[in-house]
């Protein structure tokens, strides 16, 4: 019988392989694994091919007792599930010992869009952005996140070869490599224009995406957060400041002036309604703000 971590190792290659899941995911599953398994071997007394749906119900309250919030004990157990389907579907185990075991509740976060004027103002501002390469590439960052409604791991993830203008679409490559395409913003070749301009001027570029460092480089996931937190912080008084804010704020906008909900959820590259229906339940949220906010009875 082979060990704990050759197992380990197997399905995460089939999640790469197959299920086409990103390398930063394996590594998640990998730890969530690695610790389960040895909760296995030390507190429960048995294996991982060996585990039973009582060991998973004692294992959420043991992490539960170590104060790990609600939603991470979630995903650890959506994890737990996979895995042992795995083990079904190579004849390694019979049962999944953490199907049937319900999720713990969490509480729902509603997150503030950033309100168009404040976006549009971002955008505009000339004060805001320096004239240099970096200061264009931001200006393109920001606008590329909010008009198109990317996820960082995708804006980072573009090259030149993915706009088509003369279609006016981008391609993305989503999560799990699924591929979308969404239609540009109409002041999107302007900036993008005068970011290439600069970007084909820079010493040395060692990287086809089309985001690049002052050296060249591909960008990463700690500077697109840092930049964006850093130009919010200037323009906008809502809470969360964050890329995942501008994406927010695109969907709500959409759905504000009647985009259907599912032709969001494509542009997202959502694969169920239920995650888009979340951005429906902000923006009524939002109006009963607007309205204590605004109406003389409102509050």
């Known amino acids: 019988m082979e060990s704990a ?90 049962e999944n010992p953490g199907q049937g075991i319900r999720s713990m509740k969490t509480a729902k976060k509603v997150v503030m869009s950033v309100p168009a004027a404040d976006l549009k103002a971002l955008v505009n501002d000339p004060d805001l952005f320096t004239a240099d390469f970096e200061g264009k590439r931001d200006q393109l960052l920001l606008l590329l996140l909010y008009g198109l409604g990317l996820r960082r791991a995708e804006v980072i993830s573009l090259t030149p070869a993915h706009f088509d203008w003369s279609r006016k679409l981008v391609r993305v490559i989503g999560k799990r490599n699924k591929e979308r395409q969404i239609p540009m913003p109409a002041l999107l070749e302007e900036y993008y224009i005068r970011y290439i301009d600069l970007r084909d001027q820079l010493p040395q570029r060692h990287d086809p995406m089309l985001l690049l460092t002052a050296k060249g480089k591909k960008l990463y996931d700690n500077l697109v957060y840092n930049r964006v937190i850093y130009y919010l912080k200037r323009t906008t008084s809502v809470v969360d ?19 259907d909900i599912n032709t969001v959820k494509e542009l997202l590259g959502h694969e169920s309604l239920s995650s888009t229906q979340v951005y429906t339940t902000s923006s009524f949220e939002e109006l009963i703000k607007v309205y204590n906010q605004t109406h003389p009875k409102g509050s």
Request: hydrophobic share 40%.
């Open 5 to 94: 971590a050759a197992y380990i190792d197997q399905f995460l290659a089939y999640l790469i392989a197959e299920r086409g899941y990103s390398s930063k995911t394996a590594v998640a599953y990998k730890k969530e694994l690695e610790r389960w398994s040895s909760y296995l071997q030390g507190e429960a007394g048995t294996s991982l091919l060996a585990a039973q749906k009582a060991h998973v119900k004692r294992y959420i309250v043991w992490r539960n007792k170590q104060g790990i919030a609600p939603r991470s004990i979630n995903r650890t157990l959506s994890c737990i599930r996979s895995f042992y389907k795995w083990t079904i579907r190579e004849a390694l185990m019979s």
């Open 241 to 259: 400041k964050n890329p995942h804010a501008l994406r927010h704020s695109y969907a709500t906008h959409l759905l504000n002036a009647g985009v």
